[in-house]
Each structure stands twice: as structure tokens, then as C-alpha cells.
């Protein structure tokens, strides 16, 4: 009996897989499939405006900001845009405008959030993509950029990597070495506007893994810019159109992390509070200290705004986690976010259809309360690193409670 050759059958199980995807795209993601945004309710656009309900209902009764459509029970039901048109609408007569335009002003510089971890299943990219669409929401502009392989982050709007970028049109091309007639292309060739107002995306995918094997040969050559360089490059070309950059890393500490971290402002790592992960969490500490030093010396990279540590996957109902997470926070101190992400089974439940709890339909769930406890850690540490990004532009904000 002969057998396959182990290359050859890996290819040949990959074109099987991509076809079959292929076509499955074409029976379940056809165009009235993509992706849209739930409405939000009174409730929530007050929250995100930083009003009260009254003041919400009052705003419509005397003209000042247009009406939107009701829902059942005669609620009102505001789509992204109109959030939007009424946080301008709004701040045109306010006495404090930027209470309802929090984005950079004059002079502020562009934040740009890596997001971290050695090891995979740390909530990573569902932190990101949640982070995300909660600033988006309040009123930032934001692009997510996604230097992972594995694309996670792309799935969550709407796109299979294997199938859409299979071909190019993910970050890879905007940090790729020359390679005869092949260069590397502007930023905003791969640039995608989302379903979700505010929020843009460089999208993943598997081409970036080129990039790790083909450094090494590049730096031997002295092409310029240096890998460290790359993505900082790329961004510089789209500086002004953005508050808030968040990039979501592979869960290494390769060359693609090493230039997200270079091009950063502030670096946010994710970690369970469990042994295994807190292990990791300081090899990767270790490891990341020595190469930095490196990159330090030789430019690429200065000071950070923040480092960040964010409790990720924590499941009040296990003390272990409890006392862990209190001991992480007295040996790293302020450098834990206040309020953990917690593990949810709502958070799986979205996941699955490749939504955040920002977009999941609240009143057509079944467990409500279990959705508000999740969505109340969400808001709460994105509201925690919110305030950290105002105050990298010097100015100080009263956390929420």
C-alpha cells in the first residue's frame, strides 16, 4: 500500500476544506445574510451619552435631536447612525461638547492598544473586538487591525479569511518585503469600512505568516524599514483619520507581535487568573523584556502610556480564581484593570454567530439576566480603559460606577 505523501495530502485536504467552504459560503452568506447592527434601546444610548433617560426624552419633546422609530410598547429603538447624529446634535449647545465628543482634539496623539498574551484561549480577540465596538459606540473612531494568522478577529465581521483574502487584502500586504514586481501596498488599499458605523478593520489572515519566515532574510539583506517599523509605517499614513487603534496579536512573541508592540502606545495583556496561565504570563513577561531591550536600543520602540493587565475568563463561582486574582493585584498594583472580564456563557452564546454582546438582540434572549451581568463586566472594564486612554491626553475622567 502506498502512502500519500504528508505535503501533498495536507494541500490536497486544504482544497477540499477551502471548496467546501467555498460553497457553503454561497448557500448560507449570501448579500441579505451579511452582518447588520441591532438597534439600541432608551436605555442604552443614555448610558452611552452620558444622560439620563429624562434628559433623552426631553431632548426629543423639544425638537432638539429628531425622532427615531418605536419599537414594541411604543419604545424608542436608535440605530448606530442616529446614536451618532445625536451625540453632534447634541454637543453643538452643550456647555461641555466633548462630554459627547471624547475623541482626540488638538495635539492628542493617536492611542494605539496591542493586545497580548503567549498562549491562546485567553479571551484575547473577544476582548479586542468587544473593546472595540464599546468604544466605537461611545463615540470614538476606531480601527481594529488584525495581525493574527489565524484571522479570528476578521470572523467576528462576517468574512471567512480562507475564502475572502485568500489571494491578499490583509495586513500582510501593508508590511510585506519587496519581492521583485511585489511590494507592499498603502494601509488604506487594505482598509475595509464594517457594518459597524465607526468602527474599521485591517483584516487577518493566513498570508501573514509569510511575514514571520520572511524577515529573517530581510534583515540579512537590510531592507528598509525594519520589520519593527513596519506597521508603525502603515499607520502613520492614516494617523488623522482615527482616535483609537487597537491591534490584536498572535499569541507569540514573533516578529508581527514585535512590530504591533513597536507601533503601540500602550500594550494590554490578557491573563486567566489561573496557574498554568499566570506561568505563562511571566515567561512571556521575561521573554518579551529581554527582546525589547534590544528593539530599545536599536529604536524601535520609547515609552509607553500604559501597561495594562486585564483579568480575563474569570469565573466568580471559583474561589481559586478569586484568591488568584487578589494576588495578582497586590503584586502588579495598578496595572490590573479594575473590573475582570468575567467568563460568561452569554459571551459563548454570541460567540458562536460570530457577535460580541454589543450586537446580540436583548430582547429576544432567553437568559436576560445572564446577558446584563456579562454585558455590565463589559462595559465596565472597557469604561476602566477608557479612562486610561483620556488620560494619556492629559485629561482626567470620572470613572463610571
Not at 18 to 46: N, Y
Not at 83 to 104: V, W
Not at 120 to 137: H, I, N, P, W, Y
Request: charged share 25%; with cysteine; aromatic share 8%.
Amino acid at each position: 500500500m502506498t502512502h500519500p505523501v504528508l505535503h501533498d495530502k495536507l494541500r490536497q485536504d486544504a482544497d477540499r476544506l477551502s471548496e467546501a467552504l467555498e460553497h457553503m459560503s454561497k448557500l448560507f452568506l449570501a448579500p441579505k445574510e451579511q452582518k447588520t447592527l441591532r438597534s439600541f434601546t432608551t436605555a442604552e444610548v443614555a448610558e452611552l451619552l452620558r444622560v439620563s433617560d429624562g434628559y433623552l426624552r426631553k431632548a426629543h419633546f423639544d425638537g432638539r435631536i429628531p425622532e427615531v422609530t418605536q419599537g414594541p410598547g411604543n419604545k424608542r429603538l436608535y440605530t448606530a447612525e442616529e446614536i451618532n447624529e445625536i451625540r453632534h446634535l447634541l454637543a453643538q449647545n452643550a456647555k461641555d461638547p466633548f462630554q459627547f465628543l471624547p475623541g482626540r482634539r488638538d495635539g492628542d496623539k493617536l492611542q494605539i492598544w496591542s493586545t497580548v498574551n503567549f498562549k491562546g484561549g485567553s479571551s484575547k480577540t473577544t476582548t479586542t473586538v468587544t473593546l472595540g465596538m464599546r468604544l466605537a459606540l461611545r463615540g470614538y473612531r476606531v480601527c481594529l487591525i488584525d495581525a493574527d494568522p489565524q484571522a479570528s478577529l476578521t470572523t467576528f465581521f462576517g468574512y471567512q479569511p480562507e475564502i475572502d483574502f485568500r489571494h491578499g487584502g490583509t495586513l500582510y500586504d501593508a508590511i510585506r518585503y519587496n519581492d521583485g514586481d511585489t511590494t507592499r501596498v498603502p494601509i488604506t488599499d487594505v482598509l475595509r469600512k464594517t457594518y459597524f458605523p465607526g468602527l474599521d478593520l485591517v483584516p487577518g489572515g493566513i498570508l501573514l505568516s509569510e511575514f514571520e519566515t520572511e524577515t529573517p532574510t530581510a534583515l540579512s539583506r537590510g531592507e528598509q524599514p525594519v520589520f519593527f517599523n513596519r506597521i508603525r509605517d502603515s499607520l502613520r499614513q492614516v494617523e488623522d483619520e482615527y482616535d483609537i487603534v487597537l491591534i490584536d496579536c498572535p499569541p507569540q512573541l514573533g516578529y508581527l507581535t514585535m512590530a504591533a508592540v513597536c507601533a503601540s502606545t500602550s500594550l494590554l495583556m490578557t491573563i486567566i487568573p489561573e496557574r498554568v496561565d499566570l506561568a505563562s504570563a511571566s515567561q512571556f513577561l521575561t521573554m518579551a523584556s529581554g527582546i525589547l531591550e534590544v528593539l530599545h536600543s536599536n529604536g524601535g520602540i520609547g515609552s509607553y502610556d500604559n501597561f495594562a493587565y486585564l483579568l480575563t475568563r474569570f469565573d466568580t463561582a471559583i474561589s481559586t480564581q478569586q484568591d488568584l486574582a487578589e494576588w495578582i493585584r497586590e503584586l502588579l498594583g495598578d496595572s490590573v484593570i479594575r473590573t475582570p472580564f468575567v467568563k460568561s456563557s452569554a459571551v459563548s452564546e454570541a460567540g458562536l454567530s460570530q457577535k460580541t454582546l454589543f450586537e446580540v438582540d436583548l430582547a429576544g434572549t432567553k437568559n436576560r439576566k445572564t446577558y446584563d451581568r456579562a454585558l455590565e463586566s463589559v462595559i465596565s472594564f472597557s469604561n476602566d480603559i477608557e479612562v486610561m486612554i483620556q488620560s494619556a491626553w492629559g485629561r482626567e475622567v470620572k470613572r463610571e460606577t
